[in-house]
């Protein structure tokens, strides 16, 4: 089946230290969409990636889609706390109705 | 005004008991999922539903039964529980892009 690896699976960081994960796909990917989880919540999405090579930004936040769809990353710009959480890339294919999380890489910002 | 609402958030039960968990969303979205997220904050989709019919069924015990009685809910009926069933179970729903999550319910089985 669909794997969706992510890397790293932790990170700790200074406040105000850039923070970069990435995910990784077997397979050709439709979309990839990229969520955060906070400590004791639930996933809450932050944006969909659905062109080859394409780049988004959020405002500290910037999420890129690699040029064989095969892979994606997340970038914040100087962290803070309240990015702590763990980042979940998600894998879309057949119609959006077939969705693999990645594995997650944990967050944590030190002040 | 919730929008994903899921009952009960905690549970903590006995192995062998049965149990059931319920979602309701109020999004008007076509599909809801189940997904279970272990200790090792691994999210792993269990069902997904399409209109009250069954999409997906991922390599789940038949233990575990989905049960759509509508579009706005999506309930999880659970047999013969066992400790490994221990995790927290999210509830999802989505019109075709982003995924909206419920709280998520923390099941202990004892």
Redesign the interface.
Known sequence: GQQVMQIPQYQHVQEGEDFTTYCNSSTTLSNI?WYK?RPG?????LI?LVKSGEVKKQKRLTFQFGEAKKNSSLHITATQTTDVG?Y?C?ALWGG??????G??T?LQVIP | DTAVSQTPKYLVTQMGNDKSIKCEQNLGHDTMYWYKQDSKKFLKIMFSYNNKELIINETVPNRFSPKSPDKAHLNLHINSLELGDSAVYFCASSRGENQYFGPGTRLLVL
């Open positions: 969409q989880q919540g639930h996933p809450v999405f969909q763990t979940f998600a959006y109705q077939k969705v693999t999380f594995t997650g944990k």
